[in-house]
């Protein structure tokens, strides 16, 4: 048949379907009023292979070949607009195009209908298929009731995949596709392929929307808790908003302190920050707590200086007995200080045993200087952090611990004590020795960072003052920074002057007597310094003096009215037995021993080294715990006198063939060091030649294997311990002459010292000859009715 063509623009119309038209353009408008002269008012509907392409324009090749049939059902024109309601009747095929004006004009053959190929695929896939309308459906609840209807309860499958792409927007080319099906099957499978898409876009779709849902839905909530958050707040007569009255304070604040410029800027920066949040946010607090640090910081606040030598010679005179070259190089630093108060200040280590006034001088120096004092205690520091602060991003973070104790002086110049520096340790956390380095350093410290803050802040006018038990665990760099103060022990005259003037006045006001009420005797100091007390300082002497108050404090409180003086025999029945029994020199001392002298960090021992004979043995046997410094001392000692037998009288087939055991008592205890080498060539010489050394003579240095004497340290402290063992007689080497000079005079008067080079000096010094070996002079029995034990029985 021939027939009018009406080409369709981004659409396809199918059989057994009422869609509406509209046509405008003039050759589609003569199609339809050709097909509408017609009696059966049928019209040929096919779409175009292109979008771009329109009614007018189509030409037969750019329409497809197969369309459909349909009948106009109702016209009405609007201006130049046709809108018209079409029926899909059949299917057709372009047999051969017959014009193309006034308007298109096809002979056309109608298609079979649809074959059926496979029953049970067809009825698997129009089952699917309604499986995903029934899907579909519940994703669009806007579809109305009577399309559901008319979807759900077709069940030709033909009918229902074309009504299918006449309501879902598959796209021509799909569309086409299945219109040009041949059978059933493959409609369907079409069909089934383009609504699973579809359905798959809409459960996307349906989860976007979702989602959106429901931050929208917690926006609002968050907006509506807000603004009933801001009526209570008003209600209460607050400000209008707590947000804004905490940054408008914070605002103020800023103004009014003395910030430099470039954290003025960072920190009006951070507080544009917090306005722009919500209170409840996480960041809002950590910005809040970061301005308040800024702010609390003393960035340009100092204390006054008033620093005056004469009263700074004064309050250390009043704080600490003695310390005369301590003072002295303390106050030659204020001394540089108040003549350059623009200089740096200068760091001061204090290096001595426990309790010897490390920490008091400090307080001393803050005190003279007019400054605030605060503590850092840096024992068992291990992480870097501790100094440096932690940065922000961490939840809970702070600024390091010398930026809080500045906030806490409230002052940028204050005297920071940087206690048991030597204590420091390090592991995967970091090294905080590391961190002393930049902080102790003047050319660096003007603009410390804290990681924290990461501003700069200046440290340079802090007085840093460092302590430390010892110098050895100290790191080089670091060490390097700072001037070294040696702090040795007390004497025991100087205990006693301490106890008097300090100790006993200190306790009694503490435990809330009177000096009426108790007195101690200088004896019972005396004995509480050598039998009660076993240090170089003065701590656990006040702590004996302190039981000795809480012990008549106790009388005093049960009413006791009379005056307690304690004496040396008292004390006994107040702290028990003595707890201490110090090495004391012996009588005699055999062949083979020698007494030397040891530093420990309590102060100054006396040591015994003891060495015996192995006939038929061979070589030295060492116990005692040595370290390996000492045993190489012992064997160098040794070797020296193997080499120099001659000289000294010693047969060399003695120690040839005879082995050599040297012990060091207290077995229990490491030992290490070179200063014993001096002591263990005088045992072994002793030993070997069987002149025993002279019993009141104690010695220490290093030895070489040439001979040589080598100075070594803590030579106060060695003296102090020899001449309490009762021991008058000292042999240094000579170059330890400067330390004579650190021992107190009424101890120096005591003593006879021999400074010596060589290991001949030595053992002329110390071997005594048969017939006159002085006996040493041994202290007394106490008169506490104790019985003073042999320390060889003791150990």
């Not at 119309?13 to 339809?32: H, I, N, Q």
């Not at 759900?152 to 229902?160: A, E, N």
């Not at 350093?441 to 200046?458: E, K, M, V």
Request: glycine share 6%; net charge negative.
């Amino acid at each position: 048949m021939e027939i009018a063509v009406l080409p369709l623009q981004n659409t396809t119309l199918f059989p057994d379907t009422v869609v509406p038209l509209a046509v405008g353009r003039e050759r589609s408008t003569r199609a339809v009023e050709a097909a509408l002269a017609t009696e059966e008012k049928l019209l040929a509907c096919i779409t175009t292979r292109s979008e771009n392409v329109t009614g007018d324009d189509a030409k037969s090749s750019d329409i497809y070949a197969v369309g459909t049939l349909v009948n106009i059902k109702r016209m009405m024109r609007a201006d130049d607009v046709m809108q018209l309601i079409v029926q899909g009747m059949s299917r057709f095929e372009v047999v051969e195009w017959l014009t193309e004006q006034p308007y298109l004009k096809a002979k056309i053959k109608m298609l079979t209908p649809l074959r059926r190929m496979d029953e049970e695929e067809i009825e698997a896939l129009k089952r699917n298929i309604h499986g995903m309308i029934q899907e579909a459906l519940a994703l669009l609840p806007q579809v109305p009731p009577e399309i559901r209807v008319a979807v759900t309860s077709q069940d030709d499958p033909v009918q229902l995949a074309y009504f299918l792409a006449s309501v879902l927007d598959l796209g021509t080319d799909t569309e086409q596709k299945m219109l040009e099906s041949a059978t059933v099957d493959e409609l369907l499978a079409l069909t089934h392929a383009a609504l699973a898409r579809e359905l798959e876009i809409m459960q996307i779709r349906s989860k976007i929307a979702s989602e959106a849902q429901q931050e929208m839905d917690k926006s609002q909530r968050d907006y509506v808790l807000r603004q009933q958050m801001k009526a209570i707040q008003k209600e209460l007569g607050e400000d209008e908003t707590g947000e804004k009255a905490e940054a408008e304070q914070l605002r103020t604040r800023l103004e009014q302190a003395d910030l430099p410029d470039d954290v003025r800027k960072e920190a009006e920066r951070e507080l544009r920050r917090m306005e722009q949040l919500p209170q409840a946010a996480p960041d809002y607090h950590v910005i809040r707590t970061y301005l308040e640090y800024i702010l609390e910081l003393p960035w340009r606040k100092s204390s006054e200086e008033k620093l005056d030598l004469n009263e700074a010679r004064k309050i250390l005179d009043e704080d600490h007995y003695g310390l005369t070259d301590i003072k002295e190089r303390i106050l030659e630093s204020l001394a540089v200080v108040k003549l350059r108060p623009d200089s740096k200040s200068p760091i001061l280590l204090f290096v001595g045993p426990p309790g010897v006034g490390k920490t008091s001088l400090g307080r001393s120096i803050a005190r003279a200087l007019g400054r605030e004092f605060d503590r850092l205690s840096l024992g068992g520091m291990r992480d870097e952090a501790e100094l440096r602060g932690h940065r922000r991003t961490y939840i809970g973070a702070m600024p390091g611990r010398i930026l809080q104790s500045l906030r806490r002086v409230g002052v940028n110049n204050p005297v920071l004590m940087l206690d048991e520096v030597d204590k420091l340790g390090n592991d995967f956390r970091g090294d905080p020795a590391s961190a002393l380095l930049e902080i102790l350093d003047p050319a660096q410290n003007n603009t410390f960072r804290d990681n924290y803050l990461d501003l700069p802040f200046d440290l340079s006018r802090v007085f840093f003052i460092a302590t430390a038990n010892q110098l050895g665990p100290i790191p080089m760099p670091l060490r390097d920074r700072m001037e070294i103060i040696q702090l040795a022990g007390y004497s025991d005259r100087e205990k006693l002057e301490i106890a008097k003037q300090y100790l006993v006045p200190r306790q009694i006001e503490e435990n809330g007597l009177t000096a009426e009420q108790l007195s101690i005797t200088d004896d019972a100091i005396n004995l509480l310094t050598a039998r009660y007390t076993r240090e170089a300082g003065v701590r656990q002497l006040e702590r004996s003096i302190g039981n000795l108050a809480r012990k008549v404090a106790l009388k005093v409180a049960e009413g006791s009215t009379e005056s307690v003086n304690i004496s040396a025999e008292e004390i006994r029945g107040y702290l028990g037995p003595p707890k201490v029994f110090p090495e004391e020199a012996r009588a005699e001392l055999p062949a083979g021993v020698a007494t030397g002298m040891a530093w420990t960090e309590m102060g100054g021992e006396v040591l015994f080294i003891e060495a015996t004979l192995l006939p038929g043995g061979s070589g030295l046997n060492l116990t005692g715990q040595l370290g390996e410094v000492m045993k190489e001392s012992a064997q160098a000692a040794r070797s020296y006198l193997w080499a120099h037998a001659a000289e000294f009288g010693i047969d060399p087939e003695m120690i040839k063939n005879n082995g050599v055991h040297l012990h060091v008592p207290a077995g229990a205890i490491p030992k290490d060091g070179p200063s014993a080498g001096v002591t263990m060539a005088s045992a072994l010489a002793s030993l070997y030649t069987g002149r025993p050394v002279r019993s009141d003579t104690a010695m220490t240095g290093e030895i070489t294997l040439s001979g040589l004497v080598f100075p070594v340290g803590g030579i106060k402290e060695k003296v102090l311990a020899a001449h309490r063992a009762g021991i008058r007689r000292i042999v240094l080497p000579n170059r330890n002459e400067a330390d004579i000079d650190e021992i107190p005079e009424d101890v120096r008067s005591d003593l006879e010292i021999l400074p010596v080079a060589w290991i001949s000096e030595v053992l002329k010094a110390t071997l005594s000859d048969d017939a006159a070996a002085p006996k040493p002079v041994v202290p007394p029995p106490p008169d506490d009715g104790t019985t003073v034990r042999d320390p060889a029985q003791l150990r």
